[in-house]
């Protein structure tokens, strides 16, 4: 018997976190939509939250057509949740909470979705509801479900771990500008990291880059460096709460000046910090060019760079773009690029 799961993502990654899915064995993808991966399952437990593109994992509990703009859909939708077949239900905890969603205009909004779902699901698990409406917080622990929208079908769903997959343990130590996790992990994705025997982070920060590169490097050596000794150490602390220290190389070091040897680094993986909540800093901060100068330098001429790239208006001198994956996330919009040197032909 299978169970139609559902992965969460930042938007654009989609196509990326479809390929985890199947690479992993872990199901058959039957759609992509907006944020979401639905896919059946044959195993709808543990493995699932081994995802690292992914933002959640979601367990259906009804899939439901005809969910219209007019507020004729909030009935639907509580009617819905009234008649869930038992199995899908939990009762532990100290209440349940909902999450919801949707794409395009409406006439509610998501918090009479999440009220008019919650109360009904109450009803059922016999626990309290803990409304968002007003500010409200559910308390820790609660049973998570997550109601979305898009077109006239709508997801009800629970969440299949305690907390999002994209909240990683590890990561206690944070720094300005740091990378969303599944964010850095689709990173490794398209820079193909099995194939990888250095890679290389010359903005590491808080180390999540690398750290989420482990699961799909198993073999390669991986180095970040930063020009902060303190954020050098968050890095270091990251990874070993992870539990992947002996696996990564940490330096201090100038961006505009890598203590790398030429041609010596297979995969370069790289969120560039200026422009953003961190400005540029040492030789950067007045020549912020020198990063893409060295990044070539270090770079193998067969080897791959993958950038998240925000408000360039054409590639890294030196480099070509081969493959760009439009992001939103926090409002913004980045790309995933995947560069190669200039004149390099590509290989798909």
Known sequence: MHTLAVARAVHGIEPLVAAEIQRSGLGS????????VWFDTADPGPALLGLRTADDV???AAV??????DRTALRRL????????????SGRGPGVEVSASFVGRRNYTRFEIEDAVGAE???????PYHSRAGGGVPPRGSVAWRVTIEGERALIALRASGTPLHRRPYKTGSIAGTLHPPLAAAMSQLGRLGEAGTVLDPCCGAGTTLIEACAFAPRARLLGLDHAPGVVATAAANAARAGRQSRLVWAVADGGRLPVAGASVDRVLVNPPWGRQVPPAGLLARDPGLLWREVRRVLADDGVVVALLHDLPQDPRGFEAVRRVAVSL????PVLTVLRKRGRASRG
């Not at 993808?29 to 979401?36: P, T």
């Not at 509580?78 to 239900?89: F, K, Y």
């Open 330 to 333: 926090s409002g913004r919009h």
């Open 29 to 36: 993808v039957r759609a992509l939509r907006h944020r979401e």
């Open 58 to 60: 979601l367990l259906a």
């Open 78 to 89: 509580a009617r819905a949740a009234r008649e869930l077949d038992a199995g899908s239900l």
């Open 121 to 127: 699901l109450a009803r059922r698990t016999r626990l």
């Open 64 to 69: 439901v057509d005809g969910i219209g703009h």
